[in-house]
């Protein structure tokens, strides 16, 4: 088993557009006793540019995350959950991915620094429905000590309507977001993000000038 993993490593890399379907196939097929080439051959899938089909994506990861539940006192099996969790937001049908994300995290009560990469992932996704789970992070005070600057970049990254409204709700008492007595340490990220938002947005840039005159 452990050298059928390896070849499917090596023929993602070589032939990931034609042999997609069967790379699939013997990853859902395999057991789990090392998920690590697992994770890394669909991560080698994505960076070859297949979009990974949600059913069998999710299929895989349910097996994973079987075998890692029982195993969340090992730091490299919780490590191999954060990648697996960082390739959903990219799946076929994002927001299912997502869905996924926000199911694992809520039900093992993730909030460690090892998400950090995930939420990175999810302001890569450009998928609108991350704002909302990022937006939820911002209940768990102690998640968000953890993550902070990368939650800030993330939400700037995903530029929709939503995330604007939420990075601005820091600054401004009209707009309601994160809780008020949410504070970061690297208030000088939280202010660079604002700027360039102020320059891409004229009204972000006037309502600025307006608080600042408050």
Known sequence: DFRLKE???ALAVIDAGASTDLILQLLSSQDTWNGWPVVQTLETLQF???VLPTDDTLKIFDT?????????WN????????????LLPFIENAPAGIAKVREVIAELK???YQLRGVTVALGQSRCPE??????DFTADAILME????????????????????????FVDPEISGAPAELKFHRDDVQSA???????????VRQRLFELCSM
């Open 7 to 9: 070849l499917t490593k």
């Open 48 to 50: 070859n540019g297949i």
């Open 64 to 72: 994973l995350l079987g075998h890692i539940r029982s195993h969340l």
């Open 75 to 86: 730091d490299q099996q919780v490590g191999l959950l954060m990648h697996a969790l960082c």
């Open 110 to 112: 993730l909030r460690n």
């Open 130 to 135: 991350a704002v909302a789970l990022l937006r």
């Open 146 to 169: 953890q993550v902070g600057e990368e939650w800030i970049n993330a939400v700037a990254a995903l530029d929709y309507p939503e995330s604007r409204q939420l990075l601005l709700s």
């Open 193 to 203: 993000r604002l700027a360039e938002l102020a320059q891409r947005d004229p009204a």
